[in-house]
Structures are given as C-alpha cells and as structure tokens.
C-alpha cells in the first residue's frame, strides 16, 4: 500500500516527525484506502501542503481513483484545487448547499452570488475572500444569510430563505440567480 501511495515501505519503521508533510499526507491515504472502501471522504487533504507538494498529493488521488474506482467527497477551501478533481461541486455557505452543479457548469457559469464572488475573489486576494466568506453578521433567520454582503440583495432576500431549486442543470438557492438584470 506504501508503495501504491509512492512511498518506499521502509518508511514503515519511521515515526511521524520523521516524514515530510507530503510524506505524512501519502501515509493518511495508505491508510484510508488499505480496507478496499467503496467510498473516501477528503476533508481539507491538501490544506497544510506547500504548492507543489499540493499538485503532487491531487495527481495521487486522481490516480488511485481512477485505479481503485472508489467515490471520493473532497471537502476544500482551495477552489484550485476543488476544480482539478472535482466532477461535481456543491458551494456551501453558512453551513448549507447554496448552488450544485458538474464542475463545468459552475466554472463555466456560476449563479449564485456566492460562486460568482469565490470565483472573483480567488483571482484576488485572501482578505476579499474571507471577507465573502465571514457568515458572523447577524440576519433574520427567515432571510438568506448572504443578505448583508450580497451586492445584489433586495428586500425578498432579508425576509424570505431561499430555496434549493432547479434551474438548467444547476441548484441553486437565490432569488434573483440570474444577476442584478434577473431580479424577480
Ligand atoms: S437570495 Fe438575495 S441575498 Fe441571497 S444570494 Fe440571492 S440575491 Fe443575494
């Protein structure tokens, strides 16, 4: 399994602090996937990882995936990397799904201010994006919780919760999901 990770097996016999953070990362997926699972939850897997280590961590999964044909849920802050092995994304923000869709469909055209922010903001710089993120102002639990930093909220979005709903291929939930031009 070592081996199957890109690891030598006599790395084996070392204790933690003596392996690299990549090194310690490989080992935490040897051992998820040495029971043959069906199914593999990703949580923040590449977080703690340095650029080039990170690509090399998301090359392995994408192999052993492919190889062993296991489902994988990757839960990530890092929208680079949730793109390059995602097939299916669903964007949470306050603890919900605010839009899901096949990664093509959202990269491609995302709909809820939310996605559309991330997506700007990752080009950007970390402040706006933890800005975008920031869930702690408080609003009326009947209204959408993005309300507060939502550049295109209106009245409906502080009273009334979205709902989760079908439009083309995406869910979404958002009032006015088409922009500034859509609100209804
Ligand atoms: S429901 Fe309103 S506040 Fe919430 S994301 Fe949509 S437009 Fe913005």
Redesign the pocket.
Known sequence: MLERVGLQPVLAKRYPHELSGGQRQRVAIARALITHPKFVVFDEAVSALDVSVEAQILNLIRELQAEAGFAALFISHDLTAVRYVAVRIAVM?AGEI?EAATAETLYGRGL???TRGLQAASDLIDDENARLADASEEVAPE?????P??????E???L???ALRQIGETLV?????EGPAG?A
Do not use: D
Request: hydrophobic share 20%; charged share 10%.
């Open positions: 923000y605010v809820h201010p939310y209204g959408c919780p993005l309300t930093r939502c550049p295109i909220a209106t409906k979005c502080g009334e919760h979205p939930a958002c009032h006015h999901p609100h």
